[in-house]
């Protein structure tokens, strides 16, 4: 049985920037407001966090800055992922030496590849590196799906322990279970199907929601923990008209408008993405005021 890295909620953090590079003050004060409500793991330059346009230099910062800011108060999760092997290696050594608790690592995209190629990806860094390993599985970005078979293969490595499931699958994420058992966790990519995924024996998720409701995220993990079941569902099904907004266009343009709703002074996303549209911003005003946010 492998070493679970964090259970319950990881928030994949959103990455501030101005028109110079990355609002760090910003950053400590969302990273704070994490650690002060409980939030389980911080996952830095992920999907979330725009981690695709933002330079090397401004992800070194970035994971060096969030590791030394959060201090080993939580987990901190890097994404390293990329579609160039020896990138994502690259960005593995670096993310083990400045003192990460773990990586998170997307599949290869837009070249994609075979079932063989993502042993042979994974794999390789794999063995560049002693850090925990969580694969992401999300084919509506990357176009590539993780099988259940080939997760059974990569489970056998000893420091690949956990895997992102956001293909929205279910039937999937049982298979993933059925197979894995105790040498692969599994965690929530996808805010909508968190007490769905604890029940298939899930150990949390990695969620766009915890940025603006982290106690809340947090709170329903630990609910069904406890044996409520029907607190935790009540939760989860209560905030899913949050989660739609969220994810109304392109993540993370609704997560980072929401944000700077809150206070916060996280910018505009970075092109190609735009900023979220007019009719989405009254939504997302509307169902933040509902749920107290605002």
């Known amino acids: 049985m492998k070493k679970t890295i964090f259970q319950g909620c990881g928030t994949a953090i959103v990455t501030p920037f101005t028109e110079d590079g990355i609002n760090f003050e910003e950053l400590r004060k969302l990273i704070e407001f994490q650690i002060q409500n409980q939030t389980d793991a911080i996952v830095v330059c992920g999907t979330t966090g725009e981690a695709s346009t933002m330079t090397t230099q401004e992800k070194k910062e970035t994971i060096k800055f969030t590791i030394e800011t959060v201090a080993k108060r939580t987990k901190v999760i890097v994404g390293t992922g990329s579609n160039n092997t020896k990138v994502a290696i690259e960005m593995s050594k670096y993310a083990e030496k400045v003192g990460a608790d773990g990586i998170l690592v997307v599949t290869p995209y837009y070249n994609k590849t075979t079932q063989k190629g993502l042993i042979a990806h994974y794999t390789a860094i794999a063995k560049e590196v002693s850090l925990p390993i969580i694969m992401y599985n999300v084919p509506s970005r990357t176009g590539v799906n993780i099988l259940p078979e080939t997760c059974l293969e990569l489970s056998k490595i000893e420091n690949i322990v956990a895997m992102k499931e956001a293909s929205g699958n279910i039937s999937q994420v049982a298979k993933i279970a059925s197979l894995c058992q105790n040498n692969l966790d599994i965690y929530a990519g996808n805010d909508d199907q968190i007490i769905p995924i604890l029940s298939l024996g899930g150990k949390g998720v990695i969620s766009v929601l915890a940025n603006i409701m982290p106690k809340y995220t947090h709170d329903m993990t630990q609910k069904y923990w406890e044996g409520n079941l029907e607190e935790a569902t009540k939760m989860q099904l209560g905030v899913i008209d949050v989660i739609e907004s969220l994810f109304s266009e392109v ?44």
């Not at 190609?272 to 509902?290: A, D, F, G, H, T």
């Open 251 to 294: 993540n993370p343009i609704p997560v980072k408008y929401a944000l700077n709703l809150m206070g916060y002074h996280f910018g505009l996303p970075r092109l190609p993405l735009i900023p979220l549209s007019e009719i989405k911003q009254n939504q997302m005003e509307e169902v933040m005021k509902k749920h107290q946010l605002l």
